[in-house]
């Protein structure tokens, strides 16, 4: 990041020396921006949901907490009179865990200041093996936390507001997002597989209770995103991304959170490189995935993606062949809706030839893994 506006201190500094407000007051923050952000932002770079819904929901509490750079802070505040134990690093998502801990909890407050122009620049992320890699250690950081003994809804309560103790609960789980969408993608696909229905039929009145809340759910989002200057693309974009992040890097952050909670392994620290080559630039501003990146991403992601085809499918066909289509149709709406938030994934496996397709070699591993949890999940389902 980088200064974009010489009078950023001075806009600031009215703030911290304003005397109508609070000397409490810790520090000022700027939100993140970026000068190299395309025009479609398929991997959601900009993070709308955070600089422009949830640090403003913060702003009318106790303020936002801390976010890594572009921000004015009291030297008292992160120090202290005795200059001790600056920043909290005992994890991996340091500024969260200082806002949180060292400052709010403390009684600071903080101010959110978004003017026209942006302050302060960065460079974003451009391709998709920076982006889970991030993930994975910002889920592994913030998974870190709600699992210790200052998880915040517990540790702050007796000196923070209900509210304010619920809105840093709501980031430190994030990561934990992993397990209702791995059941979201799977449990429904498997019984469909197995012929055993899970909601009710289109002709009963209760399964319209479940298809007003899929419905609502997404119209939510949608709004958000155009009352906030959005689009039905970024919509599209910011579904996509959730999906992809919440079966891959939320999943592994919150493994490794664990397994380092349970001391068999250490959470570490990985810098992520956002200087791609001409190729990932090139295919980025065209609004073209690139799947290079480990296969302990793809795999996972490709291996839902081939059980939601097949699912989707062998509903059809039984729907076609029984003329029985109201018990498993909300099955297959939902593999439908996958695939149709996926597209961008299977054109990688089966469409696209050039360097930033998924390799054949995955979609392969995919397919064995996938055959090995049928097997197991009708296991399963036959007790």
Same mark, same amino acid.
């Given at each position: 990041?980088?200064?974009?506006?010489?009078?950023?201190?001075?806009? #600031?500094?009215?703030?911290?020396?304003?005397?109508?407000? $609070?000397?409490? =007051?810790?520090?000022?923050?700027?939100?993140?921006?970026?000068? +190299?952000?395309?025009?479609?932002?398929?991997?959601?770079?900009?993070?709308?949901?955070?600089?422009?819904?949830?640090?403003?929901?913060?702003?009318?509490?106790?303020? @936002?907490?801390?976010?890594?750079?572009?921000?004015?802070?009291?030297?008292? #505040?992160?120090?202290?009179? /005795?200059?001790?134990?600056?920043?909290?690093?005992?994890?991996?998502?340091?500024?969260?865990?200082?806002?949180?801990? /060292?400052?709010?909890?403390?009684?600071?407050?903080?101010?959110?200041?978004?003017?026209?122009?942006?302050?302060?620049?960065?460079?974003?992320?451009?391709?998709? +093996?920076?982006?889970?890699?991030?993930?994975?250690?910002?889920?592994?950081?913030?998974?870190?936390? @709600?699992?210790?003994?200052?998880?915040?809804? *517990?540790?702050?309560?007796? =000196?923070?507001?209900?509210?304010?103790?619920?809105?840093?609960?709501?980031?430190?789980?994030?990561?934990?997002?992993?397990?209702? @969408?791995?059941?979201?993608?799977?449990?429904?696909?498997?019984?469909?597989?197995?012929?055993?229905?899970?909601?009710?039929?289109?002709?009963? $009145?209760?399964?319209?209770?479940?298809?007003?809340?899929?419905?609502? /759910?997404?119209?939510?989002?949608?709004?958000?995103?155009?009352?906030?200057?959005?689009?039905? =693309?970024?919509?599209? +974009?910011?579904?996509?991304?959730?999906? *992809?992040?919440?079966?891959?890097?939320?999943?592994?952050?919150?493994? +490794?959170?664990?397994?380092?909670?349970?001391?068999? $392994?250490? #959470?570490?620290?990985?810098?992520?490189?956002? #200087?791609?080559?001409?190729?990932?630039?090139?295919?980025?501003?065209?609004?073209?995935?690139?799947?290079?990146?480990?296969?302990?991403?793809?795999?996972?992601?490709?291996?839902?993606?081939?059980?939601?085809?097949?699912?989707?499918?062998?509903?059809?066909?039984?729907?076609?062949?029984?003329?029985?289509?109201?018990?498993?149709?909300?099955?297959?709406?939902?593999?439908?809706?996958?695939?149709?938030?996926?597209?961008?994934? *299977?054109?990688?496996?089966?469409?696209?030839?050039?360097?930033?397709?998924?390799?054949?070699?995955?979609?392969?591993?995919?397919?064995?893994?996938? *055959?090995?949890?049928?097997?197991?999940?009708?296991?399963?389902?036959?007790?």
């Amino acid at each position: 990041m980088h200064c974009n506006d010489p009078t950023s201190a001075r806009q #600031a500094m009215c703030f911290h020396f304003d005397p109508k407000i $609070s000397p409490s =007051r810790a520090f000022v923050q700027f939100p993140q921006t970026f000068h +190299n952000l395309s025009e479609n932002d398929i991997y959601d770079s900009e993070n709308r949901l955070i600089f422009r819904i949830l640090w403003y929901g913060f702003d009318g509490l106790q303020g @936002l907490g801390l976010f890594g750079t572009n921000f004015y802070i009291k030297r008292e #505040a992160l120090y202290g009179i /005795s200059l001790q134990k600056g920043f909290m690093y005992h994890s991996l998502v340091e500024d969260y865990f200082t806002g949180f801990k /060292s400052l709010h909890y403390k009684g600071w407050k903080s101010v959110y200041l978004n003017p026209s122009r942006p302050q302060f620049l960065g460079t974003s992320t451009t391709d998709l +093996n920076v982006l889970l890699t991030q993930g994975t250690r910002w889920g592994s950081g913030l998974a870190q936390v @709600l699992f210790s003994k200052f998880s915040p809804p *517990i540790y702050g309560l007796p =000196r923070m507001s209900l509210l304010a103790s619920m809105g840093y609960a709501e980031m430190a789980s994030f990561s934990i997002y992993f397990f209702p @969408l791995w059941c979201f993608a799977t449990i429904p696909q498997l019984c469909l597989l197995n012929g055993i229905p899970l909601f009710p039929e289109v002709s009963d $009145s209760k399964f319209y209770i479940f298809l007003f809340i899929f419905l609502s /759910s997404l119209s939510k989002h949608l709004h958000e995103v155009l009352k906030t200057g959005g689009s039905i =693309r970024m919509w599209r +974009n910011e579904q996509r991304i959730w999906m *992809i992040k919440g079966v891959t890097c939320y999943f592994y952050g919150t493994l +490794n959170a664990i397994m380092s909670k349970l001391g068999l $392994s250490e #959470a570490s620290f990985v810098p992520t490189n956002k #200087a791609g080559d001409d190729e990932q630039t090139k295919r980025h501003h065209m609004g073209i995935f690139d799947f290079q990146t480990s296969t302990m991403f793809l795999a996972p992601l490709v291996t839902l993606i081939i059980l939601n085809i097949v699912a989707f499918f062998w509903g059809v066909l039984g729907m076609i062949t029984t003329g029985d289509w109201e018990k498993m149709f909300a099955q297959v709406l939902l593999s439908f809706y996958i695939l149709i938030m996926s597209y961008a994934i *299977i054109e990688g496996m089966v469409v696209r030839k050039d360097t930033g397709r998924i390799p054949p070699s995955v979609t392969m591993l995919s397919a064995i893994l996938l *055959i090995t949890f049928l097997s197991l999940g009708s296991i399963v389902l036959m007790y």
